[in-house]
């Protein structure tokens, strides 16, 4: 058992070669809204997107991606998070979006509720799939290594607290 976690941690690290902490934590605020109804319905991996109007409070200079970090909804947490930012390119959206996945079991769907989110690494760049489930097989290896590697970065909880 030990080896193939040995293996998986090594196949992780190949798979994410531009994983960084970001110098700042970037935190965005807002109230949970619907999306395109994809992420619980399509994808299997429910979001709890920001507004629109959460892109202002992105640094200018902000680039797309897949991030990971940490969230609170109506203050409790924080939960691991893995975001989306940007366009989604395998769906072709023609606005940018913040899209969080909390790593946490909610009983209850929670639009209208508040949240929090400390972006704390930036994970890799927005790519497009050939089919969906690529798309889905990749933000699944997302979540995997989003969750390993806040088990042992968890100072970013200090930020939403």
């Known amino acids: 058992v030990h080896s193939r976690t040995a293996k998986m941690d090594e196949e992780l690290k ?10 700042s934590p ?15 319905k399509v994808l299997g991996i429910p979001t709890a997107n920001l507004p629109q109007e959460a892109l202002d409070q992105l640094p200018k200079d902000f680039g797309t991606g897949i991030y990971f970090g940490w969230a609170t909804v109506d203050d409790k947490g924080p939960f691991k998070m893995v975001t989306s930012v940007g366009y989604n390119p395998y ?4 606005s940018k979006t913040v899209e969080p996945h909390l790593l946490h079991e909610f009983p209850d769907d929670f639009y209208g509720s508040q949240i929090r989110v400390a972006i704390t690494s ?3 760049p927005e790519w497009n799939f050939d089919s969906l489930e690529a798309l889905i097989d990749c ?3 997302d979540i995997v290594y989003a969750n390993k590697a806040l088990d042992i970065q968890p100072e970013g909880q200090a930020l939403l607290q």
């Not at 769906?91 to 023609?94: L, Q, R, S, T, V």
Request: no cysteine; hydrophobic share 35%; aromatic share 12%.
């Open 14 to 23: 190949n798979k994410y070669p531009d994983v960084k902490t970001l110098e």
């Open 26 to 40: 970037v935190v965005l605020n807002g109230e949970v809204v619907r999306g395109f109804g994809r992420g619980s």
């Open 91 to 94: 769906f072709k959206n023609e």
């Open 122 to 124: 930036f994970l890799r």
């Open 139 to 141: 933000i699944k290896m």
